[in-house]
Each structure stands twice: as C-alpha cells, then as structure tokens.
C-alpha cells in the first residue's frame, strides 16, 4: 500500500491564524481526501482533492475555509483558515487504494491541531 | 445516507481474553469495509479490507467477518494483549453518482486489554 508523509504532527495556534498541512505520497495517485476528527469524535470527510481540478466539498466545509491544492499527483495541502478554538482536531489525509489496487484506504500519521 | 454503528463504544477486558468488535451499517449496498485501528492522538492502520463479495478476512489473531445482506461485520481478537489496547474503526465504502468515493466512518470501540 502507499506511504504517506503528513507534516506537521501537530501543533499549538492562536486564533485568527491559519495552518497549512501537507500531505507527501509515495507514489502517483489520482485522488487524495481529508478529514476532520473532532475530540471523542468519528472522522468526517472535508473534501476529496483531484490533480488538475477544484477540490469536492462535502456539506458543512467550504472552500473560503479550508482551501486545498493539489499540484500534482503525490502532494497535496489543506490549510485551516481563521482558526477558532472549534477547529481544534485530528487532520489526516487519505489516499484512494482504486490507483494501487483493491488494498484499501491509506491514512496518514494525522495532524492534531489545538487552537487556543 | 449510509449510517455506520459501533457496539459497544468501549470495552475492557483482561489479557488473553478472546473478544468480538461489532459494526453494522444501514445501506447494504457497499464497495467493501474496512476495519482500522487507531492510537491516541495518531493516525489509522489498515487492519483488514472486505470486499463486498467476501465473506471474512484473517490476518494473524484477527478475524473479520462480513455480512453484506443484513448490514454486519463483526472483528474478532483472539488472545488478546496489552498491545491491542486502541479505539478500533469500522469504514464502508460506496460509489456514489459521478465517480465520488468516500469512507463513511462509525464512532470506534475503545478497547482496553488490562495485563
């Protein structure tokens, strides 16, 4: 399966401020998805990221608050814009196993984000 | 809209102990499911995948089971160890219109094996 790199592993950021993630894949893949993990919390889908074209939002994120790029096949960002303590979760980015096989989703090591 | 339910949503048991994981879902037309685990303030590790026309997967002490029509897949542990100590995360996929693929997550069952 892929190996995925996601920077940083966490960090401590005022309010109003913004933090970019990055998420680095070992091997070209076409789609590339980001969740959310609110504290006790199940992860949600934030938006599904294509090479080439705007990312997918699900209901409830927009893309004024969580911009992401995709320049090419194995990188991908998500910033959180204009942080409120309500942002405060667990990050992870994803990759679709439909590139490599039926091998099942990949995450990365996750990004725990604490806005005070 | 797929719902996916985890019982119980903890558990506690002692060392050696053999234990089922219990997950189901609403809408049984599904891809495949995933079972993951999940360390404090980590990332997800892939523990197995099911392919919807699959019935279990085994891999080492543990046994995943699924079944497709009434919307259960269930994770067994044998033996289980300290190590196993974790919240274990059931996904299913679907294919929805357009090409859009996405896991839809239940709530985990945090697992704690006491020495």
């Known amino acids: 399966s892929a190996v995925i790199s996601q920077k940083p592993s966490r960090d401590i950021c005022q309010r109003g401020t913004s933090l970019t993630i990055q998420c680095q894949v070992d091997s070209q893949v076409t789609m590339m998805f980001w969740y959310r993990q609110q504290p006790g919390q199940s992860l949600t889908l934030i938006a599904t990221a294509n090479q080439g074209s705007e990312a997918t939002y699900e209901s409830g994120f927009v893309i004024d608050k969580f911009p992401i790029s995709r320049p090419n096949l194995t990188f991908s960002t998500l910033t959180v814009s204009n942080m409120s303590p309500e942002d405060s979760s667990i990050y992870l980015c994803?990759?679709?196993?439909?590139?490599?096989?039926?091998?099942?989703?990949?995450f990365g090591s996750g990004t725990r984000l604490t806005v005070v | 809209k797929q719902e996916v339910t985890q019982i119980p949503a903890a558990l506690s048991v002692p060392e050696g102990e053999n234990l089922v994981l219990n997950c189901s879902f609403t809408?049984?037309?599904?891809?495949?499911l995933q079972w993951f685990r999940q360390d404090p303030g980590k990332g997800l590790t892939s523990l197995l995948l099911?392919?919807?026309?699959?019935r279990e997967q085994t891999s080492g002490r543990l046994n995943a089971s699924l079944d497709k029509s009434s919307g259960r897949s269930t994770l067994y542990i044998a033996a289980s160890q300290p190590g196993d100590s974790a919240t274990y995360l059931c996904?299913?996929?679907?294919?929805?219109?357009?090409?859009?693929?996405?896991?839809?997550f239940g709530k985990g069952t945090k697992l704690t094996v006491n020495p």
């Open positions: 996904a299913v996929r679907n294919l929805f219109q357009g090409g859009s693929e996405k896991l839809v």
């Open positions: 099911i392919q919807s026309s699959q």
């Open positions: 994803s990759v679709d196993p439909a590139d490599r096989g039926n091998y099942g989703y990949t």
């Open positions: 809408d049984s037309a599904i891809y495949n």
